[in-house]
C-alpha cells in the first residue's frame, strides 16, 4: 500500500489542490494558492499553445512552488452533419431571442492533447512540477518522457476499470472524481455506462484495490471535507467551485453573481453546453436544450454553439447561456483571496 502521505511530500505541498478549471483558473491564483502551501493549477484545454505558454511562464515568474498545468485528452469529435444540423435548429430559437445568426457549421474549437505534438513539446520545455490529463491518457511514450523530465503526472478517473488503466500506464497519481464535482466528467468513454459515483464510494473504491495515492475531487468545499477525505484514505483533497469566488480567478461578474445568489443551490449534470456530461449552475439554455429530447452535437462542436450563444446574449447583459460550471457544494463557497481560503481550509482540517 502506497504511503498517501508520498505525495505531498514529494511536492512538498499541503494536501490542498486547486482544481485547473480552464477557462477559470488564472495565473494569479495558481501562483497565491501554491505560495499559501496548496498545489496550484493552470488548465490549457482551452488554449493554444502560445496562451498556454503564456500562462505557464507567467505562473513561473509568479511562483517558485510547485502548480499542475492540466491538459484535455479527449478523443476527436465525430463529424455527423445531421446531428449537428439538429442541434443547431433546436437552438434557433434562442439565437433568434438575442438577434444573432446560427451558425451554418461548428468548428472543433479545442485540441486534444492526443492530437497535439506542440503541447507535449511546451510541457516538456517549461516542465511544470505537476502535469495531469482529463478526458483520457496519454501514450505510454509521452508519459515516460514527462516522468523522465522529473514531472508529477496525474490522470482523472471516475471509476475502478479508469483507475486500473491509469496505474497500469505508470502515473503517479490519481484524482478520484465523484459525481458531486462541478465542471467535465473525465469519462475516458463518454458513451460507456456511467455508475456517477459519490466521491467518498470512489475514493475507498481506488484505495482498496489501487496502489497509487489518491486526490478526492468532487463537492468539497471546506477544511471538514478536506479532512474527510483525508480520513477515508485519499492522499489529498482537489476543490474547484471553493476558488471561483477568489479575486484572482478569471469568473466574471455574471458568474460571481449567480454562485453567491439562491441559484448555487440547483446544478445539473448536462451535456448540452459542451457536448460532453458536465455539472453547472441551471440555467435558461439547459432548461430550453434539455427538452424536446433532441441529441447535443459532439464534443466539443456543440461548445462551439453554445459560446457563440452566450457571446451574442451577453452582449445584451444577459448569463442565461453561460457555462457556470459549479459542483454540488457551490452554496458553500465563500469570497475571499486565494491566499486567505488556503490558510482557512488549513485551519478547518487541522493540517
Known sequence: ???????????????????????????????????????????????????????????QALTDRPFNVNVFCHAPAVRDPARESAWLAHLRPLFEQFQAPVPATLDEIYTSFAQDNAVFDLLLDTRPAVVSFHFGLPSAAQLQALKQAGICTLATATCLAEALQIQQLGFDAIVAQGIE????????????????????????????????????AGGIM?????????????????LGTAFIL???????????????????????????????????????????????????????????????????????????????????GAPLAREMSAQALVATLIRESGL
Open 181 to 216: 464535482a462541478g465542471g467535465h466528467r473525465g469519462l475516458f468513454d463518454p458513451q460507456a455506462s456511467d455508475e456517477q459515483l459519490s466521491t467518498s464510494v470512489l475514493v475507498r473504491l481506488l484505495v482498496k484495490h489501487i496502489d497509487l495515492p489518491i486526490v478526492a
Open 1 to 59: 500500500m502506497t504511503d498517501p502521505r508520498a505525495f505531498t511530500d514529494r511536492l512538498g505541498i499541503q494536501p490542498i489542490l486547486q482544481a485547473p478549471m480552464a477557462g477559470v483558473a488564472t495565473p494569479q491564483l495558481a501562483a497565491a494558492v501554491s505560495n499559501a502551501g496548496g498545489l496550484g493549477a493552470l488548465g490549457i484545454g482551452a488554449s493554444s499553445v502560445a496562451q498556454a505558454r503564456a500562462m505557464i511562464e507567467q505562473t
Open 246 to 328: 477568489c479575486p484572482e480567478s478569471a469568473a466574471n461578474e455574471g458568474y460571481r453573481t449567480h454562485l453567491k445568489s439562491p441559484r448555487a443551490a440547483f446544478t445539473r449534470l448536462t451535456s448540452t453546453l459542451s457536448g460532453r456530461p458536465a455539472r453547472g449552475l441551471l440555467n435558461s439554455f439547459i432548461e430550453h436544450a434539455e427538452r424536446g429530447g433532441v441529441m447535443p452535437a459532439a464534443y466539443p462542436l456543440a461548445y462551439d454553439a453554445a459560446k457563440q450563444l452566450n457571446a451574442a446574449a451577453a452582449r445584451s447583459g444577459n448569463h442565461e447561456c453561460a457555462a457556470h460550471w459549479a459542483g454540488q
Open 222 to 238: 471546506d477544511g471538514q471535507g478536506i479532512r474527510a477525505a483525508l480520513d477515508l484514505g485519499a492522499a489529498a483533497a482537489q
